[in-house]
């Protein structure tokens, strides 16, 4: 390639990445001030009148931005990108900041599970920093019934899916299931419904005692 043609190619690069710098302007106004003329939002983003018409144009044909009579709006397709992201999101992105903020608050650990079939397994953790404290590890897994994460997990299932989860955990390994009072269970799942989260005290050999608090998120639950 000549000299000349990689001075144009590099050119076109330049311009290329000035357009986008630009439409983002436009964009980020629409967002932060509304719907605004074209003239308006040239001027507020100090772009030429010229090319923010053909950019609103642009974006317009991509769904980015709609016209509202003489105005220029965000378009309807960022509810679709916006929806996109959020099902890429990992869980632990969302309830790590929340996770640290309980733990700083009360210096305990604050474990994060999630249900999996007939289970309940540990997703991440942020650590208490006391000398003594509970400890647990990415992975670790026991039957969804088992304490109060489980009955939090569980405080949400209809009366239908609670008999078919104790119908399939008493046909399979799931520890204790066989032993439960089902009715009594439920009841309790019942308390925990209508306080919002499950408690779960033990006794240990050093003569002291733990108390586990699981509250169950759904509102990051995907259909």
């Not at 474990?111 to 000398?131: F, W």
């Not at 799942?189 to 998120?217: P, Q």
């Amino acid at each position: 390639m000549s000299p000349q043609n990689q001075t144009a190619t590099k050119e076109e690069q330049r311009y290329r990445v000035e357009a986008v710098t630009r439409a983002v302007r436009l964009l980020r106004e629409m967002r932060e001030n509304g719907a605004q003329a074209t003239a308006a939002l040239a001027e507020a983003t100090d772009t030429p009148p010229a090319f923010a018409a053909q950019a609103l144009e642009t974006l317009a044909r991509h769904g980015l931005v709609r016209p509202l009579g003489t105005d220029w709006g965000l378009g309807l397709r960022w509810l679709k990108i916006a929806d996109s992201r959020r099902r890429q999101i990992d869980l632990r992105e969302l309830a790590l900041p929340i996770m640290r903020r309980i733990r700083n608050e009360v210096d305990e650990t604050v474990i994060l599970c999630v249900r999996r079939g007939l289970r309940r397994i540990n997703i991440d953790y942020v650590e208490s920093t006391q000398a003594i404290r509970r400890v647990t590890q990415h992975g670790f897994e026991v039957p969804l019934h088992v304490g109060a994460a489980g009955r939090a997990l569980l405080s949400r299932t209809s009366p239908d899916e609670l008999g078919e989860y104790f119908a399939q955990a008493t046909t399979s390994a799931a520890r204790g299931a066989k032993l439960l009072d089902i009715a009594h269970y439920a009841q309790e799942l019942e308390e925990v419904r209508e306080r919002g989260f499950a408690t779960d005290r033990k006794s240990t050999r050093l003569n002291s005692s733990h108390l586990g608090i699981s509250y169950a998120v759904f509102c990051l639950k995907k259909k």
